[in-house]
């Protein structure tokens, strides 16, 4: 079975392929890094992956690690401003000389699904962030972001059209359904690497507190509602640190460089930057517990990385999050946009070791059962099987 993924696939995991800018400073996404050689590895597939970008000196096709992959270079021009459609025609020209079975479009966000749903071969889509559902998260902010205009038409039209979903939630699936009750929707939870089963906790004592937050350093992410919440929680831990890992861009590091200035707490919050993995790793054992204050997510998955290195969660209940924690027994739910309720989840924790052991023992054993990579590759293979061709 030939197989194509469409997918932003981080170049810079790959050995001796050029550095592209872009890849040393965006997220390394797991679930495709990660999965596609085990898909590769699996008797009777042929993976292919492919990959458009502006940062190419020209086309480049080779062959790593048993994947087939396409990086196809497109010009300089506004790919959003011309709806996608450069990077529809490169991808299906692309699709044409693969002649795939399958085709899989990862996220709605962009081109990779939409190129998928529009070829003539077989698609899935996976969906991951619902951008309808973040752009409402926001509130007054959204009409600051004209730029999700056309992504936001682009996802819409995608869900509609497509007929085959994979979807980590039910908070998802129900988006999909809103839009396209006829669709085929394949529950299937995100592996995670293999680093994180065997990382060892090592917190370093529970009179120095570490905070941890992991991912892109945005708005909407709900940063700025963490420092503040922070710099209560050093009233009662004058001893604590934060640590924030993730690429942000200067001009909004910026800002919450000059917030934590104005709050005092700059001495103890630090900037971490994009790490790999083995240093993410590092800092989930030594951190006393993973804070997630998102206005929207559809299935972190920092979360269930915690989750599997044994490390307590406190998490904002939105989107598909409250899917992956039970509030109170496999970490601790708090309000998404509010101070008060973070303060309240993080003390909760701090203050009761019993409660952060108990959450992280429950948390750690289902999160390794439902994110094992193997067995999650597995049933992602049985799906493809599953679709007519």
């Known amino acids: 079975m030939k197989v194509a993924w469409i997918c932003y696939y981080p170049a810079h995991l790959i050995p001796g392929r050029h550095k592209l800018r872009n890849d040393l400073v965006h997220h390394p996404v797991p679930w495709v890094s990660l999965q596609a050689p085990l898909v590769a590895r699996t008797p009777g597939i042929e993976l292919h992956v492919i990959r458009v ?11 790593h690690d048993g994947i087939h992959f396409h990086f ?8 959003v401003l011309l709806w996608y459609q450069l990077d529809r025609v490169r991808i299906q020209k692309c699709l044409r000389d ?6 899989h479009g990862f996220g709605t966000e962009s081109s990779y699904s939409y190129a998928a749903v529009t070829s003539p071969f077989s698609s899935l889509v996976m969906i991951q962030g619902v951008n309808s559902e973040i752009v409402r998260s926001l509130g007054n902010l959204r009409w600051r972001r004209p730029h999700m205009v056309v992504p936001l038409l682009i996802e819409q039209f995608t ?15 129900a988006f999909v359904r809103r839009l396209n009750s006829q669709a085929q929707i394949h529950l299937l939870r995100t592996p995670v690497r293999h680093e994180f089963f065997s990382a060892e906790r090592n917190p370093i004592s529970d009179s120095t507190p570490i905070l941890l937050f992991v ?12 420092l503040h919440s922070f710099a209560e929680i050093l009233k009662d831990f004058p001893q604590a640190h934060l640590r924030v890992i993730g690429y942000g861009t200067p001009a909004y590091e910026q800002v919450l460089q000059s917030l934590m200035e104005r709050l005092g707490i700059t001495e103890h919050v630090t900037m971490c930057g994009y790490l790999n993995v083995e240093d993410v790793t590092r800092h989930f054992a030594e951190a006393t517990l993973l804070v997630l204050p998102s206005f929207m997510d559809t299935a972190p998955n920092v979360v269930a990385e915690a989750q599997v290195a044994g490390l307590p969660v406190v998490a904002t209940r939105v989107g598909g999050i409250p899917e992956m924690i039970e509030a109170g027994v496999s970490g601790v739910l708090v309000s998404p946009h509010s101070v008060e ?15 952060r052991e108990s959450i992280a023992a429950v948390a750690q054993e289902r999160a390794q059962r439902e994110c094992s990579p193997d067995i ?14």
Not at 98 to 103: G, K, M
Not at 159 to 173: D, G, H, L, M, Q
Not at 215 to 226: A, D, N, R, T
């Open 53 to 63: 970008g502006k940062d190419y000196e020209a086309d480049d096709h080779f062959t």
């Open 72 to 79: 196809l270079r497109l010009p300089r021009v506004p790919r």
């Open 98 to 103: 693969i002649q795939p079975d399958l085709v």
């Open 159 to 173: 869900v509609r059209r497509c007929r085959n979903f994979i979807c980590e939630t039910k908070f998802s699936a």
């Open 215 to 226: 991912g892109s350093v945005i708005p909407e992410k709900g940063i700025e509602v963490l």
């Open 341 to 355: 309720s973070l303060i309240e989840g993080i003390k909760l924790l701090l203050n009761d070791s019993t409660l």
């Open 376 to 389: 999650q590759v597995a049933k992602l293979v049985d799906i493809y099987r599953s679709i007519p061709v």
